[in-house]
């Protein structure tokens, strides 16, 4: 069955250090992934996607993320974080023969302390 | 561009009545899909479609039923409310096509049933 875990609830970062937010996921074929942030009160916005090619793509705000096929993960990270970029913060994947099933993980709180 | 536009924002049914949450999008999307999001569960795909006259079942699909009349209208349709059901509501649109796959939220309707 298709599935995306986020295996912290919660992840606290001092502000100008890099930052990191786990991802990994499961399919049966190769998978489209994505990642969204939430702020309080709002509904999810589009960060970025890795569909092929490169590993290490990049999307809104700074944030990067790494596509690791062996280890079946795709992390979101930023060199330097901003007391802005607190918010909720989720994983998704699609099934590349699925055209419409997008899945979502459970979220993680990012926190940056000034 | 008003994007997608869901209401109403907040609601408070008793246990056992019905209600239509409604949702529309502006921006032509083929997709379209509707998600509950509880506390630290993340967001549970209900229902979603791929076009007027085509829907399916999500993950968590009981309870609930939709239509899709329309390109633009995507309402769910909560019959007999349960406790179980209180939750945020996002309805979401997208495009479809892979290349240019990305999801567009609504801003939720929080609903409590009592």
């Known amino acids: 069955a298709q599935s995306v875990a986020q295996p912290e609830d919660q992840v606290n970062v001092a502000e100008g250090n890099p930052l990191t937010v786990k991802c990994t996921y499961s399919?049966?074929?190769?998978?489209?992934l994505f990642w969204y942030v939430q702020y309080p009160n709002r509904g999810l916005q589009f960060l970025l996607k890795?569909?092929?090619?490169?590993?290490l793509v990049k999307g809104s705000y700074g944030f990067e993320a790494e596509f690791n096929k062996s280890q079946t993960s795709f992390h979101l990270k930023k060199p330097s974080a901003l007391v802005s970029d607190s918010a909720l913060y989720f994983c998704a994947v699609r099934l590349y023969s699925s055209a419409s099933k997008i899945i979502f993980g459970s979220g993680t709180r990012l926190s940056i302390r000034p | 561009n008003a994007g997608v536009t869901q209401t109403p924002k907040f609601r408070i049914l008793k246990i056992g009545q019905s209600m239509t949450l409604q949702c529309a999008q502006d921006m032509n999307h083929n997709y379209m899909y509707w998600y509950r999001q509880d506390p630290g569960m993340g967001l549970k795909l209900i229902y979603y479609?791929?076009?007027?006259?085509?829907?399916d079942k999500g993950e968590v699909p009981n309870g609930y039923n939709v239509s899709r009349s329309t390109t633009e209208d995507f309402p769910l349709r909560l019959e007999l409310a349960a406790p179980s059901q209180t939750s945020v509501y996002f309805c979401?649109?997208?495009?479809?096509?892979?290349?240019?796959?990305?999801?567009?939220f609504g801003s939720g309707t929080q609903l409590s049933v009592l």
């Open positions: 479609s791929v076009g007027a006259g085509i829907t």
């Open positions: 890795y569909i092929t090619g490169d590993n």
């Open positions: 979401a649109s997208s495009y479809g096509e892979i290349t240019n796959e990305k999801l567009f």
């Open positions: 399919v049966s074929g190769n998978p489209y």
